[in-house]
């Protein structure tokens, strides 16, 4: 696994606009090296702003979207209307306003769906859905992974000593009884966030700054579910001043 890269960026909307450049050029990167890339996208307040910013970028047809597969790294399991949905926030920010393939973007199941209000069904599908596109028969090598993550270490869904945490063989897992509301939602695991090629793990705010230093610090996963997440090639943290305020100094 790779080890911890850090890059800080003054405030939040500099944050959010420069990891947009950055992903615009990865992706674009990637396409040049294989033909097409596999993003995993974020909820939550930064993962939404970069959206954001790639919509409104000029350079964001450097990206063939015909040839870019999207997935979810969690999904809040509410019905597929609800504002809340990671889903419907990211295609009102980004995925409704480009020519993506839609057979390539790959969603969670919501609350009202094929499953009904059944998390764990929406879950092995979303395990199937991956092991079908997988070299390993399991889950896809992601080329980029973004992640947002909580104050108390949460990332994805998978939260501090909760079942999720320890979860070894499953891919991807229902939710319940989520600290942070919505209660129910469907998540990869720590394993499966382990078989991207690049973790992004992009977060700004005070609120965050002592779980980025103890994740930075490699603090055991199952207290920072954060901590566990890294990427094979590379595991890079991508934050604003405020939430990189707890790390130690390494610069003048
Ligand atoms: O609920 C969630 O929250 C986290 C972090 O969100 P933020 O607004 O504090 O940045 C997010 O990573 C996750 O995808 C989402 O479901």
């Known amino acids: 696994m790779s080890a911890a890269e850090v890059v800080v960026h003054r405030d939040a909307d500099l944050l959010a606009a420069a990891t947009a450049a950055r992903l615009i050029t990865r992706i674009a990167d990637v396409q040049a090296e294989q033909g097409s890339a596999s993003v995993v996208l974020t909820g939550g307040g930064t993962g939404i702003a970069i959206l954001e910013q790639v919509r409104h970028s000029p350079a964001r047809d450097a990206i063939d979207w015909a040839k870019l597969d999207l997935y979810w790294g969690d999904e809040r399991f509410l019905p597929a209307a609800d504002d809340e949905r990671n889903e419907k926030q990211a295609r009102e920010a980004l995925l409704d306003h480009v020519p993506l393939d839609p057979a390539r973007v790959h969603p969670m199941a919501p609350a009202d769906g094929e499953f009904g209000a059944d998390p764990d069904a929406a879950a092995d599908a979303y395990a199937r859905l991956l092991a079908g596109s997988a070299s390993d028969g399991w889950v896809p090598v992601f080329d980029i992974t973004l992640l947002g993550l909580g104050g108390e270490g949460h990332t994805a869904s998978v939260f501090p000593d909760s079942p999720a945490v320890h979860e070894r063989e499953r891919s991807v897992i ?79």
């Not at 992009?202 to 920072?224: F, I, M, N, S």
């Open 174 to 252: 229902a939710v319940r009884d989520s600290p942070k509301p919505p209660p129910t939602r469907v998540s990869l695991t720590l394993p499966a966030i382990r078989r991207s090629a690049e973790v992004w793990l992009v977060t700004g705010g005070a609120a965050k700054a002592d779980a980025v230093a103890l994740a930075v610090a490699g603090a055991p996963e199952a207290q920072l579910p954060v901590a566990g997440a890294r990427g094979a090639r590379r595991t890079l943290w991508l934050l604003d001043e405020a939430a990189a305020a707890a790390l130690p100094r390494t610069r003048p």
